[in-house]
């Protein structure tokens, strides 16, 4: 039977009858005889195994009462079920027949090497293996007692072994139910096989319904506990979400040691990579900080080179003792110092898990249990690959938080150094301009006769010079962020009239007529009343600030006029209409002038964009003023746009949201 170690055995001395084997020439009182077996009392333990698709229960309860039920029906006197372990390993779960054989042996664990060799050399019973004795390859996890042998050709011998794999439907092992010592003495016939046969099939898909049934519980409990890691990541840093994640792991999959290491963002430079580690309270003191790999050792890179390989394969590493399966490419002087760095933790083993988001591999999660702990399962390392992918997402998430962080950082700086830029130019250029404007006059007083020319030509600039600084000094204002608009009602038809006036005299000298609504107080010449729904002007309220708005029109009518040619027209409107969000105030203003080249409309609301077109560029301008409109279109809630066709004119449309 295979669940005890051959070197250590207990013998049983032959004049001393052990209360755990029957000899063969007594009868037990207590005990059917197997050949005449009750098969009523097979069925009920067959139902009681049947019953248990139904039921509950973990898998520690499901295999104890295969094998009560397998030793009360059977007539074997021992009985044992071996689960396979997620590390390639087989653990004694449950034990019948012997309560001191059955404390000795629960949680003993060996190599699933050692049942494949057994299988190798099986003789096949249908779906049960029968190793003879002698022809065993084991050395470790086999019960050997030292009952009398019967003579008879088919008397079972002390080290015959037989054994049933518990599958799942799909035929996957997922244990092994082992019996011993017949209460005949002999090997089993066609009847008891087929019984132990029928025992194992049912046992194995009660064992895999109650394995999906702790896998599906072990899943829902990590969800609810992943969850809260994945809801604030996208408001946490990175090493914040290695904090907390480290401290969930080690609760969730009861582990005494977690080590959760997240490797360099390349995208934020090195120094970025963060490590956070746990232990359980077996552990307190311990200064796990200590015992983390230095960036670059060759723990460290062997880690990581682990970590990566098993994401691209989408599953896990142990590196262990020899009961746990070989990972891949790690030497065994590697794997041995993994196990000599663990030792005095009381560990044999650990697990690597990636940690990873869509096809990068982030980081991993080293994860580490001690001997007399429960053995890995499956379902826990299924787990562990599904938390791997989580707190993958919660770092890919805090990552990107962290790079937003960073660029909005990096804007604000960029703005705010503009802005000072700007201000630092504007007062620099006021300054020698309000000098040239001033000896200007002075010159124009002494040589009004003799230099005319010059004198023109000394205001044009200037007042050139002046306007750009203005616009920049506008720019750096509407452009600012802390300068937050406090809105108050604006009239937008008494607001445009306003604006008409700055843009009059350049109208009238190049005979252009601009046609407005009609309104309050009258306008001076050149200005054609056409008239406005409701008159008074009260439909056209928004909320915003009065001199930027203000700006914002003679910006929009200034260009209409300065693009449109001499004796030409710009026709201004307002109108109330329904927008996505509410009502909102349209002002329109269309010029039948040169108009914008497709490619140049684009770009119109760049600063310092002027157009490639000769004809554009021949009319002076700064290349701030729609830019400028863009801006404060975007600080009151609206929005700027234009239509225009190259030759034929352009129509802008300047879209607020109406007051309340």
Same mark, same amino acid.
Request: glycine share 10%; charged share 25%; net charge negative.
């Given at each position: ?285 311990? /200064? ?71 096809? /990068? ?219 996505? /969000? ?8 269309? /010029? ?69």
């Amino acid at each position: 039977m295979v669940v005890h170690e051959r070197s250590g055995a207990p013998v049983v001395d032959p004049g001393v009858v052990d209360p755990g084997v029957v000899d063969p020439g007594v009868v037990d009182p207590g005990v059917a005889d197997p050949a005449t077996a009750d098969p009523a009392e097979s069925l009920r333990s067959l139902h009681r195994i049947v019953g248990l698709l139904n039921e509950d229960h973990d898998t520690a309860t499901v295999l104890q009462l295969v094998v009560d039920g397998v030793t009360a029906a059977a007539g074997f006197r021992l009985a044992a079920c071996n689960l396979v372990r997620g590390d390639g390993s087989l653990e004694v779960v449950a034990v019948a027949g012997s309560e001191e054989l059955r404390a000795e042996l629960l949680g003993a664990r060996w190599s699933r090497a050692e049942l494949d060799a057994d299988y190798a050399v099986a003789e096949r019973w249908g779906t049960l293996r029968f190793v003879p004795a002698g022809h065993s390859t084991a050395t470790t996890a086999v019960y050997v007692s030292d009952h009398p042998v019967l003579d008879r050709p088919d008397a079972w011998q002390r080290d015959d072994m037989l054994f049933a794999p518990l599958c799942s439907p799909t035929g996957e092992v997922l244990g092994v139910l082992s019996v011993d010592l017949p209460l005949d003495g002999v090997r089993p016939g066609p009847e008891r096989r087929e019984l132990l046969e029928v025992y194992a099939t049912h046992a194995g898909i009660a064992l895999n319904h109650a394995q999906q049934r702790e896998r599906l519980r072990e899943r829902l409990r990590l969800e609810r506990a992943t969850r809260a890691v994945l809801e604030q990541s996208s408001r946490l840093d990175t090493a914040k979400v290695v904090d907390r994640s480290a401290d969930l792991i080690t609760d969730a999959l009861g582990c005494e040691v977690v080590w959760l290491q997240v490797f360099d963002d390349e995208e934020a430079g090195p120094g970025r990579r963060a490590v956070g580690s746990r232990h359980g309270s077996r552990l307190a003191g311990v /200064d796990l900080a200590a015992l983390v790999p230095a960036d670059g050792s060759e723990l460290a890179v062997l880690t990581e080179r682990t970590a990566r390989r098993s994401w691209v394969q989408g599953t896990w590493a142990f590196v262990g003792d020899d009961r746990t399966a070989a990972v891949p490419g790690v030497p065994d002087e590697v794997r041995h110092r993994v196990l000599q760095a663990i030792e005095p933790l009381g560990g044999d083993a650990v697990v690597v898990v990636p940690v990873g988001a869509g096809a /990068d591999c982030l980081g991993c999660l080293v994860l580490m249990r001690r001997r007399d702990d429960p053995a890995w399962t499956t379902a826990e390392l299924q787990s562990a690959r599904q938390l791997g992918r989580d707190v993958g997402r919660a770092v890919a998430h805090a990552r990107l938080f962290e790079r937003e962080s960073r660029l909005r950082t990096d804007l604000e700086d960029l703005d705010r150094y503009k802005s000072a830029l700007i201000g630092t130019i504007c007062h620099e250029l006021r300054t020698p301009l309000t000098s040239i404007s001033g000896h200007a006059q002075l010159v124009d007083e002494l040589l009004e006769r003799e230099a005319p020319r010059s004198r023109e030509a000394l205001e044009r600039n200037v007042a050139r010079m002046v306007t750009l600084v203005d616009d920049l000094l506008v720019l750096a204002q509407v452009g600012d962020p802390r300068q937050e608009v406090v809105p108050q009602p604006v009239d937008l038809l008494r607001t445009l009239h306003d604006a008409l006036d700055p843009v009059q005299v350049t109208a009238d000298a190049r005979r252009v007529t601009v046609e407005a609504p009609a309104a309050p107080p009258a306008v001076g010449a050149g200005v054609t009343a056409t008239g406005a729904p409701g008159g008074d002007g009260t439909a056209y309220v928004v909320a915003g600030d009065p001199v930027e708005l203000e700006r914002a029109l003679v910006n929009l009518v200034g260009n209409a006029v300065k693009y449109s040619d001499d004796g030409g027209r710009v026709t201004l409107s307002l109108a109330r209409r329904e927008g996505p /969000d509410g009502p909102v105030v349209v002002f329109t203003c269309t /010029d039948r002038g040169i108009g914008i080249a497709p490619a140049d409309q684009e770009q119109l609301f760049t600063e310092f964009f002027r157009s490639g077109d000769p004809a554009a560029r021949a009319r002076p301008g700064t290349g701030l003023g729609l830019a400028i409109v863009a801006r404060i279109a975007e600080r009151h809630g609206g929005r700027v746009s234009v239509r225009s066709r190259l030759g034929e004119g352009s129509t802008f449309e300047l879209e607020l949201p109406a007051a309340p």
